[in-house]
């Protein structure tokens, strides 16, 4: 399921390796994430040199990245240029919404069912879903009274058309902070409606200067064996220092330098940032002392400051011109954890203390049930008829080594809760979890063996591992309301769903269990 950046590498490698195979993809187009979230200011974070995939030589040759960081639109174009070469298209099924997928002891076969009534049965079901691809419900009082229109930036219309109008968005998370500075150059007016302010780092994205590309494409092999040999699944010349050890002066000469640089550079700064709170404090004082500087208005600055979580413990968000959009004349900050959100009206919305703001046009930014929410929209059903959804809305996404949940056989589930994922280079750590698989299967071919799945013990102690390296770590502290633990949805278990590890220990972790005849699943 699913025919965005694992999707299609599956596709290729287990087509290739001689497997029938079938991608189920509900969009009209391949792509998943980066088809949905076509908004304007929409970018990844990770340079467009390494957000790409390694596996095929004259392909990395031959594409023509032209910005430093991808636009959603380049990202878009890539894997459609990939689903076009490798010639994917023919196994792909778009507009294929799956709904549910019932587990059949007998055939030790997955019976898969589609909104349009279709059916499919397969031996392996492989859940190429994404992390962040089921928005969140929208939680805002009386929003159905508002007249004007709604638009989500998880599914933006191809033909939007903002010049001119009073706009408002709700969210400043990663895309509300894409959008936001997107959207102040064409509208009339910008409301911003924050909750909890963000740390945002500038991107710094600029064209690729001439002959930058050649140079890179010159020693592909080897920046591709950095990237994965990086905790992040991506280089990054971190400093091995910590940043207590260093005076004041140093820190700051090195905080100000990679913020000159530019993104995720900048969490490298020092070693110790997301284990020491000293030093954690001392990044969050740097971003801001920027936000006074960069602000004009210092009480709009007072409020885009974070102060309620370490810097990393929500995800760094890496953005262009976010703090100098509140400069601008037709944008407005209205801050909601004080004075809250009480209701929409007809033409905009009330906060508690009776101050209204209207707009004709309403932008959610507000967030995805990251994770598990693929899994639970679905009907899916292991052993005995026990539904995924019960057990996760229960006790969280339980897998061992992210990549099988016990009961559910032949499931497996490439870069999501339990993996490194969303804390790494995505494509990186797809890229590693497409090989495990594809040498997974040959050995179950090799071996006549017909069924895989997580064994119960090894899935507790692995759910325990993961939730213990997030506590080395200051990633789960303060009130970050993040998603990676679930906290930003009420009633969702929280448990720190990504590996905290990085994918060079994962990598260990699943070198170590397929080399020990796949220690920790119990193979059939
Ligand atoms: P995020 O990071 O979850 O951000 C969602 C934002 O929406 C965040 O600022 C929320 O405030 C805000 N939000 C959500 N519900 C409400 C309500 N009811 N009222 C006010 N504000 C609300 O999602 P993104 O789409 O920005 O980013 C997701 C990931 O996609 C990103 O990190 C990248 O990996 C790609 P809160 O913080 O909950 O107070």
Redesign the pocket.
């Known amino acids: 399921m699913g025919a965005g950046f694992s999707g299609l590498h599956l596709l290729h490698r287990l087509r290739g390796d001689g497997y029938s195979v079938r991608v189920l993809e509900s969009a009209p187009e391949v792509g998943g994430?980066w088809y949905w979230?076509r908004y304007p200011g929409a970018r990844c974070d990770v340079e467009s040199v390494d957000y790409s995939y390694s596996w095929d030589g004259d392909l990395q040759q031959e594409w023509e990245w032209t910005e430093k960081y991808p636009a959603q639109r380049d990202i878009l174009a890539y894997l459609s240029h990939v689903a076009d070469r490798f010639d994917l298209r023919k196994d792909v099924e778009l507009e294929t919404t799956v709904t549910g997928a019932t587990w059949d002891e007998s055939t030790s076969r997955w019976s898969v069912r589609t909104e349009d009534g279709r059916a499919y049965a397969a031996q392996f079901l492989v859940m190429a879903v994404g992390c962040?691809s089921v928005p969140?419900e929208?939680?805002?009082p009386g929003l159905e009274h508002f007249g004007g229109q709604v638009l989500r930036?998880?599914n933006w219309p191809e033909d939007a058309e903002l010049a001119g109008h009073d706009v408002c968005v709700?969210?400043?998370?990663?895309?509300?902070?894409q959008v936001v500075p997107a959207l102040a150059e064409v509208v009339a007016r910008l409301t911003v409606?924050?909750?909890?302010p963000?740390f945002v780092i500038p991107t710094r994205n600029r064209p690729l200067a001439e002959g930058e590309l050649e140079a890179v494409k010159a020693e592909y092999p080897e920046r591709r064996r950095r990237n994965a040999g990086h905790s992040a699944g991506v280089f990054r010349s971190d400093n091995p220092k910590n940043a207590m050890e260093v005076d004041a002066a140093e820190r700051q000469a090195t905080f100000q330098e990679r913020w000159e640089g530019g993104g995720i550079n900048f969490l490298g700064s020092f070693a110790d940032l997301m284990f020491d709170q000293a030093a954690n404090d001392a990044i969050c004082s740097f971003v801001r002392e920027k936000i006074g500087e960069i602000v004009e208005d210092q009480k709009v600055a007072e409020l885009l400051k974070p102060d309620s979580y370490p810097l990393g413990a929500?995800?760094p968000?890496v953005a262009t011109d976010y703090y100098e959009t509140f400069n601008r004349p037709n944008v407005s900050l209205v801050d909601?954890?004080e004075n809250p959100?009480e209701a929409f009206t007809e033409s905009g919305l009330a906060l508690a203390n009776g101050e209204q703001h209207d707009f004709d046009t309403l932008v959610l930014?507000?967030?995805?049930d990251?994770f598990t929410g693929a899994f639970t929209k679905m009907e899916i059903r292991g052993r005995d008829g026990v539904l995924l959804r019960d057990v996760w809305q229960e006790e969280g996404p339980k897998t061992f080594l992210g990549l099988s949940s016990a009961g559910f056989p032949n499931m497996l589930m490439p870069a999501n809760a339990g993996s490194p994922s969303?804390l790494s280079n995505m494509v990186t750590s797809i890229e590693q979890h497409v090989s495990w698989i594809a040498d997974l299967l040959a050995e179950m071919r090799a071996r006549g063996l017909r069924t895989v799945e997580a064994e119960p013990q090894a899935q507790e102690k692995w759910v325990e591992h993961v939730e213990e390296v997030a506590h080395m770590t200051l990633w789960p502290n303060g009130d970050?309301?993040s998603?990676y633990r679930g906290a930003?949805i009420a009633g969702k278990p929280q448990l720190f769903m990504p590996y905290a590890a990085g994918v060079v220990e994962y990598g260990k972790a699943l070198e170590k269990s397929a080399k020990s005849g796949y220690e920790g699943f119990v193979l059939a």
Request: charged share 15%; no cysteine.
């Open positions: 994430t979230n962040l969140k929208v939680d805002l930036t998880w709700i969210g400043t998370g990663s895309t509300g902070a409606v924050q909750r909890t963000n929500k995800r968000v909601v954890r959100l930014a507000t967030g995805f990251a969303v970050s309301g998603w930003n």
